[in-house]
T-cell receptor, first 113, second 114 residues
């Protein structure tokens, strides 16, 4: 039973346009959400997070939106750059201090120059 | 400042064998977590070590065990290997008490079980 779902295995976007990556979750206990980026042959790198008490968090070109009623979150990248091409994982946890993250399967983003 | 280092980078074993993977946390970190990433899947939490004890455990059988040493480095042991154990094994370190964004991952050990 997959508690964190990323239904789009891949996404292609033109450089300079917006990239929107989606994530759905089923476990109502999740109250902290994160996005990680992974390049080939490297470990995942933390990108941005959001607590369930917020509905938006921004960090430079990256914004995460959380819709608790729909159990849905999305990552917006504006503008997209070729260096953003990577696999993006959505992750969730119960409590911000938990080390037990539940990951989705990832979305491979390709930004075309 | 070295990040999280894992060894070996690649490993090939046969069914029924035992394997030990190693992890050195980022300097200043005292907590180590292990994740398994099967092909086409996201990382799955195995367990977390702090103060040389297993503190949290995911849904993995007892064949998976670990250890943390006084210098905070850690080992992951898998006994009686199955074909399904083939995966990328990721180690992540952090400093206890900080939020999840302080999880730093290593590049992983790719284990192939034949």
């Amino acid at each position: 039973d997959q508690q964190v779902k990323q239904n789009s295995p891949s996404l292609s976007v033109q450089e300079g346009r917006i990239s929107i990556l989606n994530c759905d979750y089923t476990n109502s206990m999740f109250d902290y959400f994160l996005w990680y980026k992974k390049y080939p042959a490297e470990g995942p790198t933390f990108l941005i997070s959001i607590s369930s008490i917020k509905d938006k968090n921004e960090d430079g070109r990256f914004t995460v939106f959380l819709n608790k009623s729909a159990k849905h979150l999305s990552l917006h990248i504006v503008p997209s750059q070729p260096g953003d091409s990577a696999v993006y994982f959505c992750a969730a946890s119960v409590g911000a201090g938990s080390y037990q993250l539940t990951f989705g399967k990832g979305t491979k983003l390709s930004v075309i120059p | 400042d070295a990040g999280v280092t894992q060894s070996p980078t690649h490993l090939i074993k046969t069914r029924g064998q035992q394997v030990t993977l190693r992890c050195s946390p980022k300097s200043g970190h005292d907590t180590v977590s292990w994740y398994q990433q099967a092909l086409g899947q996201g990382p799955q939490f195995i367990f977390q070590y702090y103060e040389e004890e297993e503190r949290q455990r995911g849904n993995f059988p007892d064949r998976f065990s670990g250890h943390q040493f006084p210098n905070y480095s850690s080992e992951l042991n898998v006994n009686a290997l199955l074909l399904g154990d083939s995966a990328l094994y990721l180690c992540a370190s952090s400093f206890r008490g900080l939020a999840n964004e302080k999880l730093f991952f290593g590049s992983g050990t790719q284990l192939s079980v034949l």
